[in-house]
């Protein structure tokens, strides 16, 4: 896998070659929401008429479920793949994002069109990993990247328990002035909603209860989010073109889990066609890999959150990741990282006094 090809030319191809139904939306995955908010209301009953520590933290991981498949089911809303009315798009996105606290208008945004659009690209995609020149000039990724790799790793990973809460607000800051004035209420309203209604129920439940209703559920929720959302590009290429064969990834589970995640592991299918509804994403796979199989990235997701372990999170280059404190260069994803051995190529390239290690 060498040259880039753009998007489109995956979606000409494909079209002609897949059904039409496969490109509306899918009114019937909405029953998820009602599903899901039963499942909240529920859980959260038996936490607070229960004594027993146990089962309020066995409820609550039920809570946490329930966020995290909001969370998904907002991602294939706020898409158009479930229905293209938008209000009902706007009002539904909005409150199935409430337990991650990510406002919907923004989203849109933000992933929609500045990630979709500038997919792994070094300086456009908000979501993208920096590069070692760029990172050198932040004291705290400097500090962070002097740590031993495994430490660093562990750090990584415990982000994850609020990354994606965090990363939204971050990203309101950053796009909040692209709005249109008269957009710019919307937006904030539905940024700030979401704290005050957990603030509410924090005043409603009390403190300990709110432990088991929001707090631990929240960060369960953000680490299952962020396990996705990490593996479905940090291990790839970066790309000046939008390739999402060359800069996304397709994590698989057993076919119970990925029913239970809504399929949000297909993600190659999902760059190539944001719009398109999980429930078509395996025969979407199965097409990619006919047309172009020696350029589709698939691992395991157990594989994918390994291999985010073991690896850096700054590239040296297009291709390569760079370990700071050593030198090694690991390679991306149709770049060697994926290869038998899994293994990383000492460079003799020495980082300088500009470098972390100067």
Known sequence: MTEEQHLREYTKALKARLPRHFFEPVPARMVYLPVFLALFGLCAWGILATPFVLLKLLLSLGVGYAFIGMGFLAHEILHGAVTKNPILR?????????PLMVGARLWRKWHNVEHHSNTQHPHDDPDAMGALETAIQKPLVKWMFRQVPALRSFFLFFSFTFWFTLHAHMMLRRFLPAFKPKER????FQAVLPPLVWLLVLLWVGPFNFLFVFALPWLFANFIAMSFIATNHLLNPITETNDPLLNSLTVRSPRWLEWLTLGFGYHIEHHVFPALSPKYANLVAQKIK????????????????????KTPRLYRDHRNLIEPTTGQVFGTLGFGLNDSKFRSRPTRRKLGKKGLRG
Not at 290 to 309: G, I, S, T, V
């Open 90 to 98: 706007s009002l539904a996105g909005t409150v199935a994002f409430m």
């Open 290 to 309: 006919e047309l172009w199989p020696q350029r589709y990235n698939e691992l395991p997701h157990w594989k994918a959150l390994f291999y985010l372990w």
């Open 185 to 188: 209420p919307v937006v904030i």
